[in-house]
Nanobody, 125 residues
Framework: QVSLVESGGGEVSTGGSLRLSCAASGSAFTDYNLAWFRQAPGKEREFVAAVDWSGIGKYYADFVEDRFSVSRSNVKYEGYLQLNSLKPEDTAVYFC??????????????????WGQGTLVTVIS
């Protein structure tokens, strides 16, 4: 099994940027596709972005609107989510997740093989 730890969250003003990282350990990193989800207080966890095992295939939720960029390093065993042009409605705990099946990662399911503990992003007006 792969283990995931997120970092990079913090507080920024509207229009600011953050870079989130997801450090992986355990099972072979390149066996897994990576995804990012977020959960605001009182709301259901929602999909944000995903990158496949090669780092080439990418998929984003509609609300991203070209503001975010997902990537990974198969040398460093890390995934990344670059957050730009942040809005107050982006405030949430951001989670990384991993699954060997690409269909599950982008198929509107929350039952993935591994999850991190999350990192908080707060965007103020």
């Amino acid at each position: 099994q792969v283990s995931l730890v997120e970092s990079g969250g913090g507080e920024v003003s509207t229009g600011g940027s953050l870079r989130l990282s997801c450090a992986a350990s355990g099972s072979a990193f390149t066996d897994y596709n990576l995804a990012w989800f977020r959960q605001a207080p009182g709301k259901e966890r929602e999909f944000v972005a995903a990158v496949d095992w090669s780092g080439i295939g990418k998929y984003y939720a509609d609300f991203v609107e070209d503001r975010f960029s997902v990537s990974r390093s198969n040398v460093k065993y890390e995934g990344y989510l670059q957050l730009n042009s942040l809005k107050p409605e982006d405030t949430a705990v951001y989670f990384c997740a991993a699954d060997r099946n690409w269909g599950r990662v982008v198929g509107n399911t929350r039952h993935l093989e591994a999850w991190g503990q999350g990192t908080l992003v707060t965007v103020i007006s």
